[in-house]
């Protein structure tokens, strides 16, 4: 069997283009929706979960609605990256981004309550609705942030990354949703879209590792994510585990 030739770039943008124009054309402003529809997949009903084009999906999405694949990865206080049993992601560790797997939107979360879910694929033309557009989200209703003591809205912006190690093939999902992550975050995906363009046939190379911001109410230092890319592996690689060719183009942070 010969192996799939990769999409061109103008044929994956105008895929692209024709995913976001669909979705364009069937989305209901969420405003116009009711709030308190009980739904299978945690939403509150009035939202859609994630973008999807087969009833097979569909069904997917009520019957697993965690939208993670593979090991979830998280930013502990520590500083070090780590999955939810404690294992710690070495800085050294490389992982090809998969960025046409790349989950986004906001996500509402009241103690007590079941989670819910505005957000969907970025690749099949998921619209991320404007924060005035969220249902159950009244200022006079916002519960108190412990930390900075002021009322903060239930819905935060959320990412998922899903990374496959290099070595292992293993599939992991970095989620962030603090505002030096999600900055990461974007920069990452916007090399991901350049990429598509100069070089549809491979993706990004990247390790996680730590960096260091300060507060601007006391100055105190905090860790932050740094996404570092390394370089590029062929697509083909993303798809078979085991160990990747990397083309070391860079060793820095992302270039921005």
């Not at 930390?147 to 899903?162: D, E, F, I, M």
């Not at 992991?172 to 090399?191: I, M, N, V």
């Not at 300060?214 to 798809?239: H, L, N």
Request: charged content about 25%; glycine content about 8%.
């Amino acid at each position: 069997m010969q192996p799939r030739k990769p999409p061109s770039s103008e044929e994956i943008l105008r895929e692209q283009e024709a995913r976001a124009n669909a979705a364009r054309a069937a989305a209901v402003p969420p405003v116009n929706l009711p709030a308190t529809t009980p739904a299978a997949t945690g939403n509150g009903g009035n939202l859609p979960a994630r973008y999807s084009d087969t009833p097979d999906e569909d069904f997917l999405n009520e019957i697993d609605s965690s939208d993670m694949p593979g090991t979830r990865i998280k930013l502990a206080q520590s500083g070090s990256f780590e999955t939810p049993d404690g294992k710690a992601i070495e800085p050294t560790t490389q992982f090809i981004f998969l960025g046409s797997e790349t989950l986004w939107g906001y996500l509402w979360l009241q103690k007590g309550e079941p989670p819910r879910r505005a957000m969907g694929l970025r690749s099949q033309g998921f619209i991320v609705p404007k924060e005035h557009e969220l249902p159950d989200n009244d200022p006079a209703t916002w519960p108190i942030n412990d930390l900075s003591g002021k009322p903060q809205s239930p819905w935060q912006k959320h990412v998922y990354l899903v990374l496959q190690e290099v070595s292992s093939g293993a599939l992991y999902t970095y989620d962030t949703s603090s505002w030096s992550g999600l900055k990461e975050a974007g920069r990452l995906l916007r090399h991901f879209d350049r990429l598509c363009k100069t070089h549809p046939d491979r993706l990004p190379v990247v390790r996680l590792t730590k960096g260091t911001g300060y507060r601007k109410e006391t100055g105190a230092p905090y860790p932050k994510p740094v996404i570092v890319v390394d370089g590029t592996a062929p697509r083909t690689d993303a798809a078979t585990p085991g160990p990747a060719v990397v083309k070391n183009e860079m060793d820095d942070q992302i270039p921005f």
